[in-house]
């Protein structure tokens, strides 16, 4: 039967991509790790009042960005529909 040797190609092929796999996730080199350690964080402790001020401060600049970017599009299809009623 014709096709053994490209088969048996094929596996082999795959079993060294599985061997190179396994030794590429032992040397990686990551921040994210498996320990169980519980790592310590020194966070500074806020009030109430001041979450809810950083709250509005960031609602505000998302407000002003979303305004910005349809003012934008609104220019950039004016801009279109103008070359193209010019064009046409």
């Given at each position: ?70 003012i ?14 010019y064009?046409?």
């Amino acid at each position: 039967m014709g096709g053994e040797g490209s088969m048996m190609a094929a596996n082999q092929s795959l079993k060294s991509n599985r061997n190179m796999l396994a030794k590429r996730k032992e040397k990686s080199f990551s921040f994210v790790t498996n320990s169980t350690e519980k790592t310590e964080y020194n966070l500074p402790e806020i009030s109430e009042a001041s979450i809810l001020l950083l709250r509005q401060k960031l609602q505000r600049e998302h407000k002003q960005r979303r305004i910005k970017q349809i003012i934008l599009l609104a220019l950039v299809i004016f801009v279109m529909f103008g070359t193209l009623i010019y064009f046409a």
